[in-house]
């Protein structure tokens, strides 16, 4: 069996949850059986629709799982912590039965604290043998840098938000 890959996309510049995506759609492409779990985030946006699409059209190959309830400010409330152990322990429950897992901004939900490092360390390293995770967000810790096989930090050298441009849809969201 070939050995499942950790793959981190990190950093502050734009790309990550798109990158993920991409992974996304090479999976299904192979007939491998996906899951996107979403963390902190709870707004609409173009991807939750056509992913909640896809996960109605074909919930045999595609499961997509939404845990966050938005914007988390310094003291994050026991609802926030328990929507990140909820998505953790979703992507336990699947990891046997999916080749490709995306744990979405799951490094925002360590860097504020609602779940420990070492608990994701653990499922990174006990997860089955041939599953592939990607693990998106700003912040990724270095215990979780670590252990994956491959990380990318997007760098910001511009952003049209910088020059007043406010995130469109189809491209920011
Ligand atoms: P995307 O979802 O576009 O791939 P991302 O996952 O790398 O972005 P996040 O930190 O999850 O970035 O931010 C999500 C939202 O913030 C997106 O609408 C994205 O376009 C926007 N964004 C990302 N990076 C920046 C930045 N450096 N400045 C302003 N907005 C940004
Ligand atoms: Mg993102």
């Known amino acids: 069996m070939v050995k499942g890959l950790t793959l981190v996309n990190t ?5 990550k949850t798109t990158a993920a ?19 902190i ?6 991807e939750s629709q ?3 699409e896809l996960a109605r059209n074909r919930p045999e190959r595609f499961c997509f799982s939404r845990h966050g309830q ?3 400010g ?11 152990e909820e998505g953790l322990r979703l992507a336990r429950s699947l990891a046997e039965d999916y080749d490709l897992l995306v744990l979405d901004e ?13 608990e994701v360390a653990e499922f990174i390293q006990n997860r ?3 599953l592939n995770l990607v693990l998106t967000g700003r912040g990724c810790p270095a215990k979780i840098i670590e252990l994956a096989d491959t990380v990318t930090e997007m760098k910001e050298i511009k952003h049209a938000f910088r020059a007043g441009i406010p995130a469109r849809p189809g491209v920011d969201y």
């Open 106 to 118: 799951i490094n925002v939900v360590l860097s504020l604290g609602l779940l420990e490092p070492s």
């Open 50 to 52: 056509f992913l909640s």
């Open 74 to 84: 310094r003291n994050p409330s026991t609802a926030d912590r328990e929507l990140a």
């Open 41 to 46: 985030k709870c707004q609409d946006t173009g």
């Open 11 to 15: 950093g502050s510049g734009k790309g």
């Open 70 to 72: 938005g914007f988390v």
């Open 128 to 130: 089955p043998e041939k």
């Open 21 to 39: 995506l991409g992974v996304v759609a090479r999976a299904l492409g192979h007939d491998q059986k996906v899951a996107f779990i979403q963390f």
